[in-house]
């Protein structure tokens, strides 16, 4: 996973994300699992301001409880405050900023590309690898039959006018 | 069902929409195949709920993530992330509020062209529309496919040579 992708997972600009890193004195390794803490470590410091140091801490905790639980509270010891998290949601918002870091994102490239070969020179070239597996998921005879009923499709489309 | 069967299902469900991206490509006469549909929409909140309804009654879920993470296909969702890559039951979908290098979809709509197949008529981006999005996306396989659009751009203006 590289800054940007993680970035984009955690929601969070580049910038953003290495303060952060310095802030809790995390070496420079970008994981998924890193991206999920962060990332509701922030919707607790957006939300009601809570620390960086404080909210991080406390997301293994709070993502450990979904399934079994759709909602986490953070609580004021004076009980002054208190924040419901929807797990759910907060979860599916995640999810959405990873399939994207891993589908959409790319940036620049540095260095001579045909040295890459395989897996590697296909994300190099940018190439979607998820719809390549979405499509090794399927039987050779469905593969076949969709590309059939797609190429009969695009044979049939036509610009008006033209 | 084929791909024009999800943009006859869209079409049905009156989502406002434009398609980009391959299918487009292949409708001004790219030889590409495409596996996907992309299309940018209207974020107009009843267009909103018609797609998100549509996506939802398709078992639409995300692209690349493993099956473990929750995922709500809502308005909310559509309305707080600027592209969803997705898996439906029909096929692979990728919807975006916002085309690089053209613009939103009030944007994109000035810049598409009708077309249809089937007796389904929907509207696809347009040509130098195309170009722009591919030059400003700016990743290797869309630089790669700049070659052939501006080939196609170029055999419309002067006809074959």
């Known amino acids: 996973m590289t800054l940007g992708q993680f970035a984009t997972a955690a929601g969070a600009s580049k910038r953003w994300v290495q303060n952060a890193f310095q802030a809790l004195g995390l070496p420079p390794v970008y994981s998924e699992d890193l991206a999920r803490r962060l990332a509701f470590a922030r919707v607790l410091k957006e939300a009601c301001g809570t620390p ?3 909210g991080f801490p406390l997301a293994p905790q709070a993502l450990a409880r979904w399934p079994a639980e759709r909602s986490w509270d953070l609580r004021e010891a004076d009980g002054s405050v208190r924040v419901t998290i929807d797990l759910e949601r907060f979860l599916s918002d995640y999810a959405v900023r990873l399939s994207l870091s891993r589908t959409w994102y790319a940036e620049k490239r540095r260095g001579r590309p045909w040295k890459r070969r395989g897996v590697a020179l296909a994300k190099w070239w940018g190439v979607d690898l998820t719809l390549v597996d979405e499509s090794l998921k399927r039987t050779a005879d469905e593969r076949l039959k969709r590309l059939d009923e797609n190429v009969e499709f695009l044979r049939s489309l036509r610009i008006v006018g033209q | 069902m084929t791909l024009l069967g999800m943009v006859g299902r869209l079409v049905e469900a009156e989502v406002r929409f434009v398609v980009i991206g391959g299918l487009a490509m292949r409708a001004h006469g790219s030889a590409r195949l495409t596996e996907d549909l992309d299309i940018c929409y209207d974020t107009a909140p009843d267009n909103l709920r018609r ?8 078992h639409a879920h995300l692209r690349g993530v493993e099956p473990g993470l929750p995922f709500v296909m809502d308005v909310r969702t559509l309305r707080t992330t ?3 890559t997705l898996v439906s039951d029909h096929g692979d979908i ?3 509020d916002l085309v690089a290098g053209v613009g939103g979809y009030a944007e994109v ?17 347009d040509l130098p529309a195309l170009i722009k999005a591919k030059r400003a996306a700016g990743r290797l396989k869309d630089r790669e496919q700049l070659p052939e659009l501006e080939a196609l751009l170029a055999r419309r203006k002067r006809g074959p040579e």
């Open chain 2, 94 to 96: 990728d919807v975006m």
């Open chain 1, 52 to 54: 960086l140091r404080r």
């Open chain 2, 82 to 84: 600027p592209v969803l």
């Open chain 2, 109 to 125: 709509l000035t810049q598409s062209v009708e077309t249809g197949s089937g007796g389904v008529r929907f509207r696809v981006l």
């Open chain 2, 51 to 58: 797609l998100a309804d549509t996506l939802a009654g398709w």
